[in-house]
């Protein structure tokens, strides 16, 4: 979002008498004049002199899903990082967000953050609608790029029929194996209750609980199923915590078990799985309570039907696996890891989504059963706080229920800028240095990345100006929307505003919100530029808004002149309100688009600070590619008033 600068009166910014500029109460000393002029512009038909493009931006993770934090960042054409802000996915990974960037910007930069890991995506802008998917393919940050977190690993925890208890950690590259004691002998069968930290396993059809710390097992209660392939023992086990009952299997055969005594809850048949593709395996839960089955036909689906006994199979895989599988579990990022039936097992990496896999590691030792320690976003990013679904790690206001996420425009740091010619609807000297209003809006959205609040920060700065000026925005939504407008300057009663700081006599369908009614009364200084304070205006909404139903590129700003309300000057184009006097339009050089008949504007919006041209330099002669980017339409030089080479003459402009 960058750079916006309202270069209003492109041609004719205030022309002063021989007697005024001598009488210049602000020293500014006339400068000569270049041999360019906005006059000798050739402008396309209806050219508004936008430097901005503003488009969606779909995110999608197809791996590693969950809900997540992306990280939105433009990059500019000198390579400089700018946040633009922050959007939370749904649980699958899905998020839209807006942006309005400079219209030179080409590239993005996305950071997902998941669970304790970060990615990026470079992403190039080459249309008005943008994908971005984080994919296999998406670079991880390494420890260096990324924040300090804290720290926590997902461990899978292996059994086998001799008693061997022990975990693997998976996250290091040497899937390291630490042993806890031993559990009785004969067991197939194992599942992990995460919040009560207690691991159950089956030893012949009866049921034990673990304590890894105390090393110290419990027997439950045999099992008393009247299924011989479930009372005998079983070979696969899973823990639901979404009911907080054991899922156990045997063919065709499934219960659910209280885990507390274990009494049988409900008994199971298994369909759409075939009896020559359902030896072996393990049951597994993922994060969103979804049951997955990896057995000898591959990686299924199951779903428990509410309405009868049945669990209904869905398959993913598109083949049989070559292993015979005697565990299975899953990760924090809902990838399933499996083990299979060797005397030295091989640990199995699986996608959920297409039943592929990778061999990762061989153990050395038989695995007969699997779960796992997942890490959870709290362990990373802090628990949340303010109860409105972000973690403190990703909330940029933990403490505070309704607001969740700063989003920037232009961006995080710097400034837009509008800068008008002031003797509308007269011609002016085109230096665009009369008034200038420089802001970033801040939309401040909630949890479900609604905008909650705007705050807009303003600075107002003049080089030359002899009529005192008022700043306003038409927004694009209707006055019911809004609970209040607070913070706006004013100074004399030109204007009025109503009991939620609207201003008065205007159409509700599109309210105006008045920022300054006199810049005379808030610049100030010696320099060459005077200028105000920083201050701010806060938008309350009445109940919180989509980003799209309050698009930025909508807003519709105007100057009012010379402490006349109805002496409205927009951009290029723009469109007056009811209060505008129409007799402005043939009152002067006005064309009756705010341009006159040459195509010449009163007004410019630059997507960055302007660094304004000399008291009567012509913009053309301090910008020097001002002119190519007009008479090719905004094709070229859309950067033309960056400090990139070859952009400005700073002889002839005030920098700051």
């Not at 492109?10 to 109460?25: G, L, Q, R």
């Not at 649980?91 to 030179?104: E, F, H, I, K, W």
């Not at 086998?160 to 067991?187: C, L, M, P, R, V």
């Amino acid at each position: 979002m960058g750079l916006i600068l309202t270069l209003i009166g492109v041609i004719a910014s205030c022309t002063k008498t021989d007697d005024e500029i001598i009488n210049d109460p602000s020293g500014n000393d006339p400068t000569t004049q270049g041999n360019s002029s906005v006059d000798d512009i050739d402008v396309p038909t209806d050219f508004n002199y936008d430097v901005t493009q503003s488009f969606n931006i779909k995110i999608t993770s197809s791996a590693f899903t969950g809900k997540a934090l992306y990280s939105i960042y433009m990059i500019d054409d000198q390579g400089n990082y700018t946040k633009l802000g922050n959007s939370i996915s749904n649980d699958q990974g899905l998020s839209n967000y807006r942006v309005t960037l400079p219209s030179y910007v080409e590239r993005l930069y996305i950071v997902k953050r998941l669970m304790g890991k970060e990615w990026y995506k470079l992403a190039s802008v080459t249309s008005n609608e943008l994908e971005v998917d984080f994919d296999k393919l998406a670079q991880e940050m390494t420890s260096s790029g990324r924040r300090a977190l804290a720290s926590c690993e997902d461990y899978v925890y292996a059994m086998n029929h001799q008693g061997a208890f022990f975990s693997i950690a998976i996250e290091k590259d040497g899937y390291d194996q630490t042993d806890y004691g031993t559990i009785n002998t004969g067991g197939y069968a194992m599942a992990y209750d995460q919040d009560n930290n207690i691991f159950y396993y089956d030893v012949k059809g009866t049921l034990f609980s673990y304590n890894k710390e105390t090393q110290t097992t419990t027997q439950i209660k045999k099992l008393t199923t009247g299924i011989g392939g479930l009372d005998n023992g079983y070979p696969r086990m899973a823990f639901n915590k979404w009911d907080g009952l054991l899922y156990i299997g045997n063919s065709n055969n499934y219960a659910m078990i209280d885990p507390s005594d274990g009494s049988v809850v409900k008994t199971l048949t298994g369909t759409g799985i075939a009896n020559n593709q359902n030896g072996g395996g393990d049951l597994t839960f993922a994060s969103d309570g979804t049951i997955y089955q990896a057995c000898s036909g591959g990686l299924f689906r199951l779903a428990v039907n509410e309405d009868s006994t049945n669990l209904d199979a869905t398959r993913i895989s598109a083949d049989n696996f070559p292993h015979y599988l005697t565990g299975v579990t899953i990760d924090r990022f809902d990838y399933i890891y499996a083990s299979t039936n060797h005397s030295d097992s091989k640990l199995i990496y699986m996608d959920v989504k297409d039943g592929s896999y990778i061999e990762v590691a061989t153990m050395g030792r038989k695995m007969n059963d699997l779960t796992s320690f997942r890490c959870r976003e709290s362990d990373f990013e802090g628990e949340d706080s303010d109860n409105d679904g972000v973690v403190d790690g990703f909330d940029n206001y933990p403490d505070d229920p309704n607001k969740a996420f700063d989003n920037y425009t232009p961006g995080e740091n710097g400034f837009g800028t509008f800068a008008f010619e002031d003797l509308y609807p007269q011609k002016g000297d085109y230096d665009f240095n009369d008034i200038m209003v420089q802001y970033r809006h801040n939309f401040v959205a909630n949890g479900q990345n609604k905008v909650v609040k705007v705050y807009s920060t303003f600075v107002v700065k003049s080089v030359r100006s002899d009529l005192p000026c008022g700043f306003a925005y038409q927004l694009p939504i209707h006055a019911d929307s809004i609970a209040s407008v607070t913070g706006a300057k004013i100074l004399t009663g030109v204007v009025s505003l109503d009991t939620k700081g609207l201003e008065t006599g205007i159409d509700p369908s599109a309210p105006v919100m008045i920022v300054f009614d006199n810049h005379f009364g808030l610049v100030k200084g010696n320099g060459n530029i005077k200028k105000s304070d920083e201050f701010v205006i806060e938008t309350t909404f009445v109940t919180p808004v989509e980003m799209s139903s309050f698009p930025v590129e909508d807003f519709n700003p105007f100057i009012f002149i010379n402490q006349v309300r109805s002496n409205e000057l927009h951009l290029a184009n723009g469109t007056p309100t009811e209060k505008y006097d129409q007799s402005l339009r043939t009152a002067g050089e006005d064309s009756g688009n705010y341009k006159t008949t040459e195509g010449h504007p009163w007004g410019l919006h630059i997507a960055h600070k302007f660094h304004p041209p000399k008291e009567s330099i012509d913009i053309t002669n301090a910008y020097v590619n001002f002119r190519n980017f007009v008479e090719s339409a905004g094709v070229n030089k859309k950067n033309w008033y960056t400090d990139d080479s070859g952009n400005r003459n700073t002889s002839l402009m005030y920098v700051e």
